[in-house]
């Protein structure tokens, strides 16, 4: 089989202390333990990744609120109804729990036909009930609080799985009742997500509903650091000329276990026949030998004699895809490795599909949402016996001569890139930052290097059991409030998301050879943060930006270091922490000034030119260029307001001819505004 030739653009390697697997006497691992702790919240938020036990955490918490806390009943939702399988009977109590977690048949609505006239009328048929628990779909809720009205639910629990399929978007029907239920404060709420940002960039819940919640995170890190087996992650794309199927072997090996999603038929991607794509793909792997009587997968003969095991969950046909989908659902058939090889899909297979043994999750054409990539990738990050490498790998369109395809197809490089730059912020320990002063001490758990800390110089802690750096910075604004002190602590990746998401910050980044860049990192960014939180006054603002930039552009230069002494491999678990640490002590003075200097993109384009061919990047680039637009008043406006601050700290105003191109920048925005004045003015 060819060896596969992906470019990863992230690869994280973990220590494998198999601590998040371990369980205490009530049967609960480290992030079921910690939501535990918070069972009396009325609002929980719970932000942890695939396969972390979300769902056993929800079954703790729901018990304990129906059997101590006096809630009637708990409602379970999902957003699909495979995802119900999640939330079936678990005898907890043989694992030092107080009872066991029971649904009634007839109550999963997943699963059941529905009584009573239909699923919303049962949801009914439940309200009146004595029984404690329902199971359905987001849209079988939506339509019952539509039809009943929110007070019908009262003293109730509602627990929402795959929370960011909420938003704050008013046309979003779930997340309009949500903040129903939420001003009218009659019921609790347990919201989970793994991906806690939308594709769409829209935010999830309001900034005034979600200070309602009490969050709990559990990271990336933490969870795959304390794995038992898998040990490396690796993330990246590749492009290909002509079709995908001629080039699908580059980048698939036969020898992992691998789940393909095909593109959708509407994308550049697609041949438009899903059905003969499926058939070139096996045809590619070796001789088909028909199907499996009992399970409808195909039998492919491969050229070195093993004969491939493929769940085909593309032919729709009736009867073929139910019967592959309930092949593969066999509970006693989970932790059996051999039951398949390869699975082929279009449209499934992402979000809560669950097989331990898949190693390398390859998808055709670019998702458009960035959770849904989120979701993909999770499929890999399942720790499973003998399993130590996992991988994601995008295979992408290069550019054609067509005018269309080369901006379709630079659209797609640059979602591409946004995914990754997204995904190492998700999978890197967490960076809590504090400013540097003359009272600043060592953060008590944090482990500052070989040297210890250091009062006089740049100090970064880092705590191996919580994976959080503790980093020191001169000159950082502190937030002010308490929701920008949360936003600062908690969703920093939700910034940083609508930042690498920014096409124009993006582009310019990548492709802009007189970008000066501090007009991403404050300028972009800091209208990014402005319009994000509106309700925020300046100071928050500054603070929000600087933290959210020093985050994105250390996590870049972690990465830098790492490729430049070819660490990835040798320096295990400690790499990225000690590429953090390499950089901060490189540069003497940690400053804010320093870290906004960086282009937040260089390190991306280093591994697009890697993983392009030089004529497409070309072509990439030609694109971006003939877009490119002078200053706008918006723009304008902020360098000036930068240009204010430079002011107080210098004593005069940034000056057109300085050789500092930043200060040249802003006395450029001063002008234009003049200039546009002047113009009003004479009408």
Same mark, same amino acid.
């Given at each position: ?310 769940? *085909?969950? !593309?032919? %729709? +046909? ?6 592959? @989908?309930? =092949?593969?659902?066999?509970? /006693? &058939? ?69 005018? *269309?395809? !080369?901006? %379709? +197809? ?6 591409? @890139?946004? =995914?990754?730059?997204?995904? /190492? &912020? ?258």
């Amino acid at each position: 089989m060819t060896e596969h030739t992906t470019i990863p653009s992230v690869s994280v390697t973990y220590a494998r202390t198999g601590s998040s697997k371990k369980s205490n006497e009530l049967g609960m691992r480290v992030m079921q333990e910690r939501v535990y702790e918070k069972r009396g919240e009325q609002y929980l938020l719970i932000k942890s990744p695939p396969a972390s036990g979300k769902s056993r955490a929800l079954m703790f918490v729901a018990l304990d609120k129906l059997h101590n806390q006096g809630i009637q009943q708990a409602i379970i939702t999902v957003p699909e109804k495979a995802i119900g399988s999640s939330f079936n009977n678990e005898p907890l109590s043989d694992f030092g729990f107080f009872t066991d977690w029971n649904v009634e048949p007839k109550w999963n609505l997943c699963n059941a036909p529905g009584e009573d006239g239909g699923k919303v009328n049962s949801v009914k048929a439940f309200l009146d009930s004595e029984d404690r628990i329902l199971v359905c779909t987001h849209a079988t809720f939506r339509f019952a609080v539509e039809r009943f009205g929110v007070a019908a639910f009262d003293n109730r629990l509602i627990a929402v799985d795959e929370f960011h399929h909420v938003s704050a978007n008013p046309d979003n029907k779930l997340g309009a009742h949500l903040g129903e239920f939420i001003a009218r404060d009659k019921i609790h709420i347990v919201a989970m997500t793994g991906s806690y940002f939308r594709g769409d960039a829209e935010a999830v819940l309001s900034p005034h509903d979600e200070a309602n919640f009490d969050t709990v995170t559990y990271t990336y890190y933490e969870q795959l650091n304390g794995y038992e087996y898998l040990k490396t992650l690796d993330i990246g794309y590749y492009f290909y000329s002509g079709t995908y199927a001629e080039d699908i072997l580059k980048v698939l090996d036969a020898n992992e276990k691998t789940i393909i999603h095909i593109p959708h038929p509407a994308s550049r991607e697609s041949t438009k026949d899903k059905i003969k794509e499926v058939e070139h793909i096996i045809e590619e792997l070796g001789e088909w030998q028909g199907t499996d009587s009992k399970t409808g997968f195909h039998l492919v003969k491969t050229k070195d004699g093993r004969t491939l095991r493929i769940a *085909d969950l !593309v032919d %729709d +046909a009736p009867g073929k895809q139910d019967r592959v @989908i309930t =092949a593969l659902k066999i509970p /006693e &058939q989970k932790n059996n490795r051999d039951h398949v090889d390869i699975i082929i899909a279009l449209g499934m297979a992402m979000e809560g599909f669950d097989w331990i043994w898949c190693e390398h999750a390859l998808t055709i054409g670019y998702r458009s949402s960035l959770t849904q990539i989120i979701q993909i990738i999770g499929r890999t990050t399942r720790d499973a016996k003998g399993k130590t490498r996992a991988r994601f790998t995008n295979l992408i369109a290069e550019p054609d001569a067509a005018e *269309d395809a !080369v901006t %379709d +197809a630079v659209n797609d490089t640059l979602k591409a @890139i946004a =995914a990754s730059l997204l995904m /190492e &912020q998700v999978l890197a320990p967490k960076f809590n930052f504090v400013a540097k002063n003359s009272q600043s001490t060592a953060a008590e758990g944090f482990d500052y290097g070989e040297y210890g800390y250091n009062p006089g110089g740049t100090n970064v802690g880092f705590n191996e059991q919580t994976g959080q750096f503790q980093i020191e910075i001169k000159g950082l604004a502190e937030p002010k409030s308490k929701d920008a002190q949360r936003i600062c602590q908690e969703d920093l990746n939700e910034v940083i998301t609508a930042f690498v998401q920014d096409k124009t910050a993006l582009e310019r980044g990548l492709f802009d050879e007189e970008l000066v860049p501090e007009e991403l990192t404050q300028v972009r960014m800091g209208k990014i943060v402005k319009d994000k939180y509106p309700e925020l006054d300046d100071e928050d603002h500054e603070a929000i930006r600087q933290h959210a930039i020093a985050a994105l552009n250390l996590t870049q230069k972690a990465k830098e270091m790492v490729n430049e002494d070819n660490e990835s491999e040798k320096g295990g678990s400690t790499a990225f922490v000690d590429g953090v640490r390499k950089y901060a002590m490189d540069v003497r003075d940690l400053d804010i000034d320093l870290i906004d200097r960086i282009n937040p993109f260089s390190e991306a384009y280093a591994i697009l030119a890697k993983s392009m061919s030089e004529e497409s990047l070309k072509q990439v680039a030609a694109v971006i260029s003939a877009k490119k637009v002078s200053l706008t008043e918006e723009e304008a406006r902020e360098l000036a307001i930068r240009a204010v601050k430079f002011k107080k700290e210098r004593g005069r105003l940034p000056e057109l001819t300085s050789s500092d191109p930043w200060e040249k920048r802003m006395a450029e925005g001063i002008a234009f505004i003049q200039r546009k004045v002047a113009e009003e003015s004479n009408g």
